[in-house]
Structures are given as C-alpha cells and as structure tokens.
Nanobody
Framework: VQVVESGGGLVQPGGSLRLSCAAS????????MRWYRQAPGKERELVAI????????YYADSVKGRFTISRASAQNTVYLQMDGLKPEDTAVYYC????????????WGQGTQVTVSS
C-alpha cells in the first residue's frame, strides 16, 4: 500500500488549493480514503473521509463548507479541494486508506505542505 500526496503550496488567506493523493498497491475502490493534517506543535487530526461504494463524505467541523473530498477510482486518486483557506489551515496534509472498520491500512506518506499566509 502506497500513497503519494501532492498539490500543496503557499496561498493567501481566502485562496484555494487542490490536493491530490495517488494510491497504489491495493484495490482502491474497496477502501475509504481519508485526509489528515498536522500543524506545527499539534497532533495529527482527521480532516475528511470519503467512503467506498456510494462515496459518502464526512468533514471535521473546522473545514465543513470550505473543503471538498472526492475520488476518481479510474485514476486511483483522491482529492481535497480547499477553498476559503485560513491561516489555521497551515499544516502538512496526509492521505490514508481505511477498511470497512475504519482501520488504517498501509503507512503515512511524506505529506504535502500547505501554508496560508499573506
């Protein structure tokens, strides 16, 4: 199981970014995909989940209404569209796969840095 995150960068408050996570080594369509983030000096937190099958989504309250998670099964890729970015969104963003019990599979990738600053 391997994931590779990309798409981070420096953006001004109110701006947008789209993160991508390319997955390999497992049957992508059978697993939920999650985005996490870790800000300096803080614990890693769950940002969003998209389930397999119908693709139901869940968001942390802090990003609800601003972030959108989606998946493209043909490309084995999950996305995180981030709009209305705030300085408190600054973090390293990671993706992970999880099984039907919510258990994470594989290991953490290198993540992608998102910095929101004027």
């Amino acid at each position: 199981v391997q994931v590779v995150e990309s798409g981070g960068g420096l953006v001004q408050p109110g701006g947008s970014l789209r993160l991508s996570c390319a997955a390999s080594g497992f049957t992508f369509s059978n697993y939920a995909m999650r985005w996490y983030r870790q800000a300096p000096g803080k614990e890693r937190e769950l940002v969003a989940i998209i389930e397999s099958g119908y693709g139901n989504t869940y968001y942390a309250d802090s990003v609800k209404g601003r972030f959108t998670i989606s998946r493209a099964s043909a490309q084995n890729t999950v996305y995180l569209q981030m709009d209305g970015l705030k300085p408190e969104d600054t973090a390293v963003y990671y993706c992970r796969a999880s099984d039907g019990m919510g258990i994470l599979v594989g290991s953490w990738g290198q993540g992608t840095q998102v910095t929101v600053s004027s």
